[in-house]
């Protein structure tokens, strides 16, 4: 299980504008498989689900599952 909160401070006027953020990622890990579905809140109003799995050395995920399955639009690629 890991829990993330990133809350921005201002001290400047003009500055990059970062989301606050709220992040809870259950996860299950042996040597040879895991398996995590982390699940954020962006500004605490936005979702945003993912997914990953690693079989060996092989591992494969999303940061969006639901532009995946078809629930929202893709609007970007890792690679």
Known sequence: MNILTFQP???YKYKVQWPAL???AP???STLFEF???VCLFNYSMPGI???V???LLAIGTE???A???LDDIDGLDL
């Open 9 to 11: 401070v201002s001290f």
């Open 22 to 24: 709220l992040s809870i």
């Open 27 to 29: 996860r299950y890990r």
């Open 36 to 38: 995590a579905l982390p």
């Open 50 to 52: 993912g997914a990953s």
């Open 54 to 56: 690693r079989i060996g």
């Open 64 to 66: 969006r599952i639901g």
């Open 68 to 70: 995946l399955l078809g």
